[in-house]
């Protein structure tokens, strides 16, 4: 995807997933570029800020200020059957999100 597209695609719209621990988490994409999430899991609940961009070079990075130790990473993303599909830099686990589960606008109130 190219960097506006991969804009569009994230700008205001709430996302829900679950890692690769079985927790679960749901995600805001804020069209000025900031991030909101929380994470469930057994234990209890978490929330994290921090921000995302779509960058020249086509791709998608997000910085959260606790959540993956707090390092930027970046993904390319491409749509395969119905999927998003974000490829990380070597070492980094390819992640696979079904478009279908995308909402408009901020439902969770994150």
């Known amino acids: 995807m190219t960097m506006d597209e ?3 695609l994230h700008a205001d ?3 829900n997933g ?3 621990k079985g927790s679960k988490w749901v995600v805001y994409y804020d069209p000025s570029g900031k991030v909101r999430g929380r994470a469930n899991w057994s234990g209890g609940s ?16 997000i910085k959260f200020e606790k959540w993956q130790d707090a390092n930027r990473r970046c993904w390319q993303v491409y749509m395969v ?3 998003l599909n974000y ?6 686990a390819k992640s696979e999100v079904d478009k279908d589960t ?3 606008g901020n439902p969770e109130n994150l």
């Open 102 to 104: 995308w909402r408009q």
């Open 6 to 8: 991969i804009k569009a």
């Open 46 to 61: 978490e929330t994290d800020t921090g921000i995302w961009e779509a960058t020249q070079d086509d791709m998608f990075c």
């Open 18 to 20: 679950v890692n690769e």
């Open 87 to 92: 490829i990380g830099k070597v070492g980094d």
């Open 13 to 15: 719209k709430t996302v």
């Open 81 to 83: 059957d119905g999927k």
